[in-house]
């Protein structure tokens, strides 16, 4: 397996404009995480999905965001409208649901946001 | 939740052994110790987990004392590769991952 795939790897975009973050997890995980980091803020969990159901998204900051997963391979992290302090590295990050939270949890490389 | 303190910073040189140490004086009796490894511009990756004692993988060993308030991450004759941000997470093992915080981490430059 490729690992978790997340595309772009970097996106500048003007205020305003809407963001889409894509991740593909390893195929056969059942939860997928979307983080943020930021030198200020460290490393964020936004939310969680468990079987391509939302299990908490209590770290989503704003209404701007809004993130899905239609199917088992597939999610995505929208921001509407996109902000300058929106800028951050996103991480999309896959495993099993056996051994609790998250034994052993893969992140991808990252999207590497920058709203100007 | 326990919440976890590392140094901010550790230098060393190649070939050394590294300890790193996170201390958790609260920790829960259902919380487990997980340490993960960040290099830049890439995502966080799992080292080790433990309960008690010790264990020992391919990559790193961790030591956990009986009281469990500390665990030392150890890492055996360290290269220039491992040069990274290392996260000490301390949870139980059945928490809501919203509930997984990443602390600051250890910084960790290693010298030739």
């Known amino acids: 397996d490729a690992g978790v795939i997340q595309s772009p790897r970097h996106e500048v975009t003007e205020m305003g404009q809407e963001v889409t973050l894509r991740c593909k997890p390893i195929s056969g995980h059942d939860y997928l995480f979307w983080y943020r980091q930021t030198m200020m803020r460290g490393l964020e969990l936004l939310i969680y999905f468990n079987n391509n159901v939302p299990i908490d998204d209590s770290g989503m900051p704003e209404d701007r965001f809004s993130a899905k997963m239609p199917n088992a391979s597939f999610s995505t992290l929208k921001i509407q409208p996109s902000e300058p302090r929106d800028s951050a590295v996103y991480f999309c990050?896959?495993?099993?649901?056996?051994?609790?939270?998250?034994?052993?949890?893969?992140f991808g490389q990252g999207t590497r946001l920058t709203v100007v | 939740l326990a919440k976890t303190t590392q140094p901010i910073s550790m230098d060393s040189y190649e070939g050394q052994e590294v300890n790193i140490t996170c201390s958790h004086n609260?920790?829960?009796?259902?919380?487990?110790i997980t340490w993960y490894q960040q290099f830049p511009s890439q995502g966080p990756r799992f080292i080790i987990q433990?309960?008690?004692t010790k264990v020992t993988n391919e990559v790193a060993s961790l030591f956990i004392p009986a009281d469990r308030k500390s665990s030392t991450l150890s890492l055996p004759r360290v290269s220039l590769s491992d040069t990274a941000v290392y996260y000490c997470l301390v949870a139980p093992e059945y928490s809501s991952a919203s509930k997984i915080i990443f602390g600051s981490g250890t910084r960790l430059s290693i010298r030739p």
């Open positions: 990050a896959s495993s099993l649901g056996t051994g609790g939270w998250y034994t052993e949890a893969f």
């Open positions: 433990g309960y008690k």
């Open positions: 609260n920790i829960a009796t259902n919380d487990y």
